[in-house]
């Protein structure tokens, strides 16, 4: 199995740094054409051809391979792997200039998510990990670090970040935020893709996401076990079909998820 992944993170690696290549070609352009998809959220040219650009380099390097993708859909694998893409997580940061969207890719190999990667382009950062073999952080052009989630033990010491207060009140759990606000040192709105980064290399606590689709959380079940942390939907599994999610550190854990808990 080993064998079978080593090969593949080094090329999700390079394909993520190609696809962060691309979409820097469309940052901060006056031109850039916005569009709105059924769910009424935005894409843009550089979602659409990042997401080509990984799957025609899986197509020729794993053609066994299954892809699942924000974009273009889903081709079945005959082998168990299967990758699961996101070209641009926070599309709305990209589009308005703001440098905390990030490319994200995570494999799975018979349901169980083994790889996840996570770039951002503009950072030139990237943290990573494969199962069994930690997670790594580069920042820039330094040396790669092991990527660890903070120590913090007690709420009224936590940094807890979100995406968007309207995700909670969508879902009718504007007392969950609330409940969690009061709870913590400092709330800050280091979204999407940014905010789970920034608990699996313990520069923050706590992570959560009322709304998400499996391509947004793919990358974050191995990457943030292998960093001493947890991943979870918001009834404690370690899924990403459940629609919701939370990265946390270990010490942490057991008392969000009592207060992701509905009364």
């Not at 200039?97 to 996840?116: A, D, H, N, Q, S």
């Amino acid at each position: 199995m080993t064998d079978d992944l080593k090969p593949r993170l080094e090329f999700a690696l390079d394909v993520a740094r190609k696809a962060g290549e691309l979409i820097l070609g469309y940052y901060q352009s006056k031109g850039l054409r916005v569009e709105t998809k059924k769910d009424h959220s935005p894409v843009t040219v550089a979602d659409r051809e990042a997401e080509a650009l990984i799957r025609t380099n899986i197509v020729r390097e794993f053609p066994g391979d299954g892809a699942m993708g924000e974009e273009l859909g889903t081709f079945p694998s005959s082998n168990g792997f299967n990758w699961i893409l996101d070209p641009v997580d926070g599309t709305k940061s990209f589009i308005h200039g703001v440098p905390l969207f990030g490319t994200l890719i995570g494999l799975e190999y018979e349901k169980r998510l083994v790889i996840g990667v996570c770039r951002f382009p503009v950072l030139n950062e990237v943290v990573y990990a494969q199962e069994g073999e930690g997670a790594w952080w580069q920042s820039g052009n330094g040396h790669e670090q092991p990527a660890r989630v903070s120590k913090v033990i007690r709420p009224s010491d936590a940094l807890f970040c979100i995406t968007t207060i309207s995700g909670f009140e969508r879902i009718g759990r504007y007392e969950t935020f609330e409940k969690l606000r009061k709870s913590v040192k400092l709330t800050r709105g280091w979204g999407d893709c940014y905010g789970h980064a920034l608990v699996a290399t313990g520069r923050a606590d706590i992570m959560v996401d009322p709304l998400m689709n499996p391509w947004d959380a793919a990358p974050f079940v191995p990457i943030m076990q292998e960093a001493g942390g947890h991943f979870l939907d918001w009834s404690g599994r370690p899924t990403i079909y459940s629609g919701n999610g939370v990265s946390v550190n270990d010490a942490l854990k057991d008392t969000v998820l009592d207060m992701l808990h509905p009364d």
